[in-house]
């Protein structure tokens, strides 16, 4: 597997849009997926095939790529979305987490 | 709809071994991976490999390798995943999760949280 870089926090103020970005070497040629993952909880996929979001996710989160870095973007950030947030890809050898981005709603 | 439950925490002695079950609910068990990650709060969350339901063929994580055993129980549409030789850095929450082709987790389990200590 291999290392997948996310920074560790992010601050917005509500209504606000955020980027956390995730690299790595990878990336170009490797899906990137998004969790959310809430104090206490399991993490919930928000964001899969770099682009796509599964049923019940609210349209203010998008994911986009760029060579070897890839961005989850909330708009019009809620209270709500305060969590961490972690990307992940895989390869033949295994799967790779990055450490996570601590979003904090000001 | 989709639900994944799995068993409550454990407290181990180091040496020992661990077993955690994951059961679904709300699907065809036998049309998806059951995977399972670990997460703490040195390593961050970890993947340590995945079962096929249908076959029971397994692909574990090399870190994991010759230490964990996935099994599942298809008449009560149940996966299991085995840690033996326990140490203290295994402490962890252990989280199952459904899977398909991709390499993504679309449905986790609540966890499981494991305490090693002497």
């Known amino acids: 597997s291999y290392e997948l870089t996310q920074p560790p926090s992010v601050s917005v103020s509500p209504g606000q849009t955020a980027r956390i970005t995730c690299s790595g070497d990878?990336?170009?040629?490797?899906?990137a997926y998004w969790y959310q993952q809430k104090v206490g909880q399991a993490p919930v996929l928000v964001i899969y095939?770099?682009?796509q979001r599964p049923s019940g996710i609210p349209e203010r989160f998008s994911g986009s790529g760029s060579g070897a870095t890839v961005t989850l973007t909330i708009s019009g950030v809620q209270a709500e979305d305060e969590a961490e947030y972690y990307c992940q890809s895989a390869d033949s050898s295994g799967w790779a987490f990055g450490g996570g981005t601590k979003l904090i709603v000001l | 709809q989709v639900q994944l439950v799995q068993s409550g925490a454990e407290v181990k002695k180091p040496g020992a071994s661990l077993k955690v079950s994951c059961k679904a609910s709300g699907y065809s068990f036998t049309s998806y991976y059951i995977h399972w990650v670990r997460q703490d709060p040195r390593q961050g969350l970890e993947w340590m490999g995945r079962i096929n339901p249908n076959s029971g063929g397994t692909d574990y994580a090399q870190n994991f390798q010759g230490r964990i055993s996935m099994t599942r129980d298809m008449s009560i549409s149940t996966a299991y995943m085995e840690v033996s030789g326990l140490k203290s850095d295994d402490t962890a929450v252990y989280y199952c999760g459904r899977g398909g082709q991709d390499p993504y987790i679309d449905q986790w389990g609540q966890g499981t949280l494991v305490t090693v200590s002497s």
């Open positions: 990878l990336l170009p040629n490797k899906y």
């Open positions: 095939k770099d682009r």
